[in-house]
């Protein structure tokens, strides 16, 4: 319907005026050209608008709602950023060392410390989200703050970044005894003193467990990269260390590959 549109060639034919055939046909013509000139810059499916409340809710305060709500306030927005824990960070705060070897923990100093100081950011800690409705543009959302009290918020955009953590599991004998420990576990380990790489003879280490399999038959991408990057730092400690991986497949995308091939080296 937005392309189309009536015009009026009657009034040139209406009998009494003094024109000659040649004289109508132009002047049709004109009208007829004018109405399609109009329609050229038609929308042919305008999008239809509505009135969008400038400001943002992020929900998770780890580096992923960090970074968001980051993102927005330096475009000039408002944000609203809640987390259910005392502090921000989430699981940055247990990640010591990455696989290029950097400082987890200087990014997470940096960033806590931008957010807290941007001036379009509304921090809430020990708050939770209790309920929201609403729809693109419009929201609102009720948190419950460590008090009890409750506040109401209004927001155009919603962000939920509420991360993850370590599943659980209860095979290959985990929880039975010390010598037994998740990935996150020897890397806290390692950075607090507990567990000394250098006096350790020979490791054992078994992917996938719980998972690609049901109920979790998925692949968390993000389990192979730890293994890879405690056991080159316990190599680099104790180069005498035997290590020995059990995999279905490492899963080294990207440029993770060039670690793998200096793992399977050492």
């Known amino acids: 319907p937005s392309l189309i549109d009536v015009v009026d060639i009657w009034t040139p034919a209406f009998p009494g005026r003094d024109l000659n055939d040649n004289q109508l046909a ?12 109009g329609l050229k810059g038609m929308d042919p499916c305008p999008i239809p608008t509505a009135r969008i409340i400038q400001k943002a809710l992020v929900v998770g305060g780890g580096i992923a709602g960090m970074t968001a709500a ?37 990014l997470l100093e940096d960033a806590v410390l931008k957010v807290e100081d941007h001036p379009n950011i509304n921090v809430y ?3 939770k989200v209790i309920g929201s409705e609403g729809q693109v543009g419009r929201f609102v959302t009720a948190v419950e703050r460590a008090d009890g009290s409750v506040e109401t918020l209004e927001h155009g ?10 599943a659980k599991t209860a095979e290959y004998a985990y929880g039975e005894s010390g010598a ?11 950075q607090d003193g507990t567990l000394d790489p250098t ?10 467990v719980g998972s690609r399999e049901e109920p979790r038959n998925y692949c968390s991408r993000v389990c192979c ?10 190599k680099e400690k104790n180069p005498d260390l035997q290590i020995c991986v059990f995999y279905r497949d490492m899963m080294s995308y990207g440029f993770i590959e060039t670690y793998y091939t200096k793992a399977r080296n050492a």
């Open 70 to 106: 980051l993102s927005i306030a330096h475009h000039g927005f408002n944000v609203t950023l809640v987390e259910q824990a005392e502090e921000l960070g989430g699981n940055l705060h247990y990640l010591y060392r990455t696989l290029e070897g950097y400082s987890p923990q200087e």
């Open 157 to 166: 955009v919603t962000v939920l970044a509420t991360g993850g953590q370590e």
């Open 180 to 190: 037994i420990l998740t990935q996150h576990e020897l890397e806290k380990g390692l």
């Open 225 to 234: 990269s730890s293994t890879l990057k405690n056991s080159l730092y316990m």
């Open 125 to 127: 800690k020990n708050t």
């Open 199 to 208: 006096k350790f003879r020979t490791v054992a280490m078994i992917q996938c």
């Open 26 to 37: 132009r002047e049709i013509s004109a009208t007829v050209a004018m109405g399609i000139a």
